[in-house]
């Protein structure tokens, strides 16, 4: 039950857009400017959140914390690394989608810790409801968000 809870959590839940509606439509060169006043760019908190989702998966996998290299939060991205950029987002949000389908392994400690899996993958849902929160206001700002409902 929880698994299931967690993993609607992460496709965007009853009360936010889901994570494919807020980066629908989005040109590059919107993604990568940085507006006036602000410290990044849409896809530096995609690439953010990316890199901390491949982060857990990649410790996971192998049973360790593995020292991942990159810009945990680069400001922005060169244009034609944008599309890279959200496909490892995706790709990796789909990953930790995933290990939502597995009950024994969400009581499991994350190395070893006091944090479950469960535990992990509830604060990855909280994580990107926060950043992607922040990527609407910057397509606000760009006068390019445009909600569904």
């Not at 509830?122 to 990107?128: I, M, P, T, V």
Request: hydrophobic share 45%; glycine share 8%.
């Amino acid at each position: 039950m929880i698994g299931a809870t967690i993993k609607n959590m992460l496709e965007g839940g009853v009360s936010f857009q889901k994570p494919q509606e807020i980066l629908a439509n989005l040109e590059p060169s919107i993604a990568i400017a940085i507006p006036q006043n602000s410290l990044h760019s849409i896809a530096g908190h995609v690439a953010h959140m990316a890199w901390w989702q491949r982060q857990a998966l990649t410790n996971l996998r192998a049973g360790k914390r593995i020292p991942q290299t990159g810009n945990e939060f680069p400001p922005t991205l060169p244009l034609e690394e944008w599309q890279n950029t959200l496909e490892d987002f995706f790709a990796s949000l789909e990953g930790l989608k995933q290990l939502c389908d597995d009950g024994a392994l969400l009581g499991q400690a994350y190395l070893g810790g006091e944090e479950t899996i469960a535990d992990l993958l509830l604060d990855f849902a909280l994580h990107n409801a926060y950043h992607l929160g922040q990527i609407v206001l910057l397509r606000r700002l760009q006068g390019v968000w445009q909600p569904s409902e």
